[in-house]
């Protein structure tokens, strides 16, 4: 039998699909669309392996929709306009039984490529499902995303993972006689990344040659060799590099940061995508500590999409050795996490009156905005009053990190508040 594993046991009924619940599940949204018969177009994004492409075909069958596919690597626009034309004739228009067109790996496709999809989608011809592995809000064109709504799936746990090898073990027509014991699994599920296409083709080579085997970590490790320097976009390597190289320049060394961007751009990694990770991480890991790396890393990205590759390598590099070699602060980004998790707490707590708006008499008579005092009135455009509701008053959300730049902050925040925050 030549279909691999992974093709094998690809579920075909929602109640066989593992994980992702919240769309899955009994409650879930996916099911309620399937049940309602309405499907909307939509993104599915989430790590390779995850079951994009599983969930489309489900999607088609069990609200019998006709189903066309195409992988936007190696699609143009005449594929697209091409499947469109079937669509059309295999559905009616604006009925709920619109043919499902799916693009695996959407991010890939250019702008006119996408463009080439709106007319079909806004009238009706077919319901789109995109995959894609890269945020959408940066991938696909806002007239088509404001068409489509985004689900998000989420890796799966090693639970739902060793699920997947029973299921084979257990179901497969070719495993399903053999003796096979999981002893361990640790190695293999590390090996594989959390992508369950590639656990599954692992696993196969693992135990096709045997009627008995036992699965340890040992046996894993001996007869599974890691490629190591292949840079693939899609898989584990793109996931690790990107998190060696940030963190090299949150640890400050320009030397592993350049050399891990060597290994992307050789690797064919999209210059934009890199740049967007700065742009983060200057925010995240400096921050006020030295704020003009924000406004670099912005212009990297600015420019990079301007330019494109070769050339952008020079940009990359030049804003990569500049965060790693500045100074580090991420006071402003637990701040913000910190105040996100006080306002899940405690709620909606009420706006002290001073503070409100007030656009009408009425919201006047009821003192909205009474007793305000306009900070630019006084001296330093300064004024000691108070801004946080009367549950949570003297908390202190931001703590400076030690750094010249945000030394100075505390200081002007001792001097303006005295002890309110404890500065």
């Known amino acids: 039998m030549n279909e691999p594993l992974a093709e094998r046991i690809r579920p075909k009924k929602l109640e066989d699909y593992i994980s ?17 018969g309405i499907i909307p177009s939509l993104i599915l994004w989430g790590p390779p392996g995850i079951g994009k492409t599983t969930l489309a075909n489900i999607i088609a069958n069990e609200s019998g929709r006709p189903f066309y596919t195409l992988s936007a690597i190696s699609s143009g626009v005449k594929d697209v306009r091409e499947i469109i034309e079937k669509a059309k004739k295999s559905g009616g228009l604006f009925t709920a039984k619109n043919p499902i067109l799916f693009i695996d790996e959407i991010h890939r496709f250019s702008k006119s490529q996408q463009d080439s999809l709106l007319g079909a989608v806004e009238k009706g011809w077919v319901t789109l499902i995109g995959a894609t592995t890269e945020n959408p809000s940066f991938e696909v064109i806002p007239a088509l995303l404001s068409r489509c709504q985004v689900y998000i799936l989420n890796s799966f746990d090693k639970n739902d993972l060793v699920a997947l090898l029973k299921r084979a073990m257990e179901n497969d027509e070719v495993l399903k006689d053999k003796k096979i014991t999981l002893k361990e699994t640790d190695a293999l599920l590390q090996v594989s990344g959390g992508d369950a296409r590639k656990l599954l083709n692992i696993f196969e080579l693992l135990v096709i040659a045997e009627d008995k085997v036992t699965i340890t970590n040992k046996l894993v490790l001996e007869k599974i060799q890691k490629n190591t320097v292949r840079y693939d976009k899609t898989g584990e390597q793109h996931y690790d590099i990107i998190s060696a190289f940030i963190k090299s320049i949150r640890g400050s060394d320009p030397n592993a940061a350049v050399y891990y961007l060597a290994r ?49 390598r020079i940009i990359l590099s030049q804003c990569a050795v500049y965060l790693a070699n500045s100074a580090k602060s991420n006071a402003s980004y637990m701040a913000i996490n910190i105040a996100q ?83």
């Open 20 to 36: 992702q619940q919240h769309l899955v599940g009994k409650t879930g949204i996916l099911t309620n669309h399937i049940k309602q």
């Open 264 to 312: 992307m751009i050789e690797g064919g990694e999209d210059v934009k995508f890199i740049a967007r990770r700065l742009l983060i991480l200057a925010s995240e890991d400096i921050g006020n500590a030295n704020p003009t790396a924000l406004i670099l890393a912005n212009n990297t990205f600015q420019a990079v999409s301007v330019i494109g590759h070769p050339e952008s």
């Open 341 to 423: 998790d006080l306002v899940r707490k405690t709620g909606d707590l009420s706006i002290p009156l001073h503070l409100r708006n007030a656009p009408t008499k009425l919201m006047k008579d009821l003192e909205y905005g009474k007793n305000y005092q306009y900070a630019h009135n006084y001296d330093e455009n300064f004024i000691n009053q108070e801004f946080l509701p009367d549950e949570i008053v003297n908390t202190k959300l931001y703590e400076p990190g030690n750094n010249t730049r945000e030394n100075q902050f505390r200081e002007k925040m001792r001097e303006r508040w005295k002890d309110k925050y404890g500065y």
